[in-house]
């Protein structure tokens, strides 16, 4: 297993960061055939928007980092919320 990591990132989502981060919370540390798994699983509102945000990450690993999707598992996941006023 190497140790690169692939990053996506979910902008400007129209939910509070405390409902999210319940998400999140069930996949961090997963491989990642478990965490689409509870993701599709989960009555969440907020899981269809992370589903999606995997599926990202998947694809960034399998085409910048030519690493397999059975290799990959979700390293850290995390919510910033941002105020300027």
């Known amino acids: 297993m190497t140790d690169a990591t692939a990053h996506a990132r979910l902008r400007y989502l129209r939910t509070s960061p405390p409902k999210v981060r319940q998400v999140l919370g069930l996949i961090r540390g997963e491989d990642v055939d478990r965490a689409r798994e509870v993701l599709e699983l989960s009555d969440r509102a907020a899981a269809g928007p992370v589903r999606k945000l995997l599926n990202s990450a998947i694809a960034n690993a399998e085409s ?22």
């Open 64 to 85: 910048t980092l030519a690493i397999p999707e059975d290799e990959l598992c979700v390293k850290s996941a995390f919510v910033v919320r941002i105020l300027l006023t």
